[in-house]
Nanobody, 120 residues
Framework: QVQLVESGGGLVQVGGSLRLSCAAS????????MGWFRQAPGKEREFVAA????????DYGISVKGRFSISRDNAKNTVYLQMNSLKPEDTAVYYC?????????????WGQGTQVTVSS
């Protein structure tokens, strides 16, 4: 049974930083592309970032490029999202998911989400 569990969300001020983690189990983690997506109230789910199974290639949505960084530790079956220079428009529920790298869409498995709120 595949499980993805996010953590690290919270309340942060504008310009601050947060690091999200997503712990995976039940899958061949190092062979799977992983991504982060987010959804704000009243908006569609948005692609944030993705990383290949090896961790060599990364991809970012235009709204976060240069501020967010995705990484992974295959020994710990964990993917991370380092978020810097946060803005109020980054406020959303953030989800990790398996993904086919390059498609910018989620695959078959999602986490439960973690709330990120950026206050001005």
């Amino acid at each position: 049974q595949v499980q993805l569990v996010e953590s690290g969300g919270g309340l942060v001020q504008v310009g601050g930083s947060l690091r999200l983690s997503c712990a995976a189990s039940g899958l061949a983690f190092s062979r799977v592309g992983m991504g982060w997506f987010r959804q704000a109230p009243g908006k569609e789910r948005e692609f944030v970032a993705a990383i290949t199974g090896s961790g060599i290639l990364t991809d970012y949505g235009i709204s976060v490029k240069g501020r967010f960084s995705i990484s992974r530790d295959n020994a710990k079956n964990t993917v991370y999202l380092q978020m810097n220079s946060l803005k109020p428009e980054d406020t959303a529920v953030y989800y990790c998911a398996t993904t086919y790298y390059g498609r910018r869409t989620a695959g078959d498995y999602w986490g439960q989400g973690t709330q990120v709120t950026v206050s001005s």
